[in-house]
């Protein structure tokens, strides 16, 4: 079981997995991207996991994004580095702003919902997950919601 703890500070370890908050409009309003924490679970997460050996971040949150939900998206920004404890593991996660390109077969067996701000931060389980939401929910405010 995943369990979060505070944001860390910069700086505080090397960054170790990276995941991505996919955005899409449906009738300008914003959706986010959650998928199934595992494929018979029914607790929802933002998708994430870790940095492959020469890899970046990003090409990471970017791959863990297509494994975990079957969706195409490009990074917009960085939303910072949160640490969290994962199976007693402390790790380093850097969380990426994404846009929806295209949307494929969902990975790894796990569903995956679209949901608003509101139900995102009902639906996330973990405080750090819905803080990251919000984290995107006001970057996206200085920028124009596609046509």
């Known amino acids: 079981m995943l369990a979060m703890k505070k944001q860390a500070m910069p ?19 914003a959706e986010f991207l959650v998928v199934t924490a595992h494929p018979e679970g029914e607790e929802w997460v933002l ?9 970046t971040a990003r090409d990471a949150a970017a791959r863990e994004v297509r494994e975990e939900s079957g969706a195409s998206a490009s990074i917009v920004r960085s939303l910072g580095v949160w640490g969290l404890g994962v199976c007693g593991e402390s790790v380093q996660v850097e969380f990426f702003l ?19 701000e509101e139900e995102a931060m009902r639906a996330l389980g973990f405080p750090e997950s819905r803080a990251v939401v919000g984290r995107a929910a006001v970057a996206l405010q200085s920028m124009p919601a596609p046509e």
Do not use: F, Q, S
């Open 11 to 29: 700086g505080a370890g090397a960054t170790t997995h990276a995941g991505g908050v996919v955005v899409r409009y449906r009738k300008r309003v």
């Open 47 to 55: 998708p994430k996991g870790h940095i492959d050996p020469g890899e």
């Open 98 to 116: 994404m846009r929806l390109l295209a949307e494929g077969p969902g990975g790894e067996g796990r569903r995956r919902k679209w949901l608003t």
